[in-house]
Structure formats: C-alpha cells, structure tokens
C-alpha cells in the first residue's frame, strides 16, 4: 500500500510522520530529495540534500516517483521499492500527490492542515522560515487546501500530535483491512 501524507508548509507533516514510523514497524518512509539547504536545527536525514545538477540528472534518468518545483527549490520521491511486508510512506506536498495519485490510483491520501493560519504562520516561524516564505508558504495553503479536496485526500486537523496520529493510524488501518481494491 502506498500512503501520501502532504499538507502546507508549516502543519507537522514532519513530525506526525516521525512518530508513525515509531508507530508503526510495517510503514517504510521513502526518503524524498531536494535541493534546497537544510535549515537551522533540521536533521540531516529530514530530506537527501543534493545540489540542482545532481537532481535534474535524477529527473533525466526518470529516477523520481514525482517531482516539483516549490518556491525555488526541487523536491522529488525517488522510485523506490519498500521492504517486503511494509507500506510505503510518502512526505510530499499536494503538487506531488497529484503525480503519485495519477499513478496510483489506489494510494491513501491524507492532507493535514493546521488548526488556523494564526498557528500554522507560528510553526512557519518557530522552525525558522524567513518571512518572505512564510508569506509565500501561507499564501499558497488555501489553493494547496483545494487541490487536496480535488484529490479526494482525507483532512485531518494537526490540533493534537496524538489526536492526529490515532487518526492517521486509524485511516491506515481501514485501508489496510479493505484491502487493495479500495
């Protein structure tokens, strides 16, 4: 089974998608690229850094699932195959879930969204953006909202990390259990 997890900039994709792993041992995250720098205090497994060259050789090579550009920068999931008996977790944005979704139909979509703007432009902030992207990463949220919705993509409200993860693991879960043809 392959799970998107996507949502705006700002909402906890990150740290929702830390504690699934730890959650759950049969979730096996593919790790997407980017070229844009590693910010202050972020791990240095939180993304495969590379340099413009290296990723655009990578799209060349048709080595990504999906790939796009976001406010500068290129992000990208390469394809990959998961270990046997896991699931693949995906951490992208909606333009990538478009592309996964347009591949694979079947893929369980969840978009997460902040519980207001006011705490999404907060974490934005907290975690360091500069303000031009924080302008830019909000300004975008609405239209990314909608696509979501488009997609067909289940929203869950980023309020409480464990209200978010019992849900998310929760969709998983029936997912798993309908098998499939879903």
Known sequence: M???ISGPGGVGKGTVVRHLLERDPTLWLSRSWTTRPRRPGEAPDAYTFVDRQRFEAEVERQGFLEWAEFLGNLYGTPVSEPPPGHDTLLEIDVQGARQVHARHPDALLIFLVPPSPAEQERRLRER???DDVVRRRLARAEQEAAAAAELGAVEVVNDDLETTLDAVAG??????AAGPTR
């Open 2 to 4: 392959l799970v998107v």
């Open 128 to 130: 360091g953006d500069p």
């Open 171 to 176: 969709l998983i879960a029936s997912a798993r």
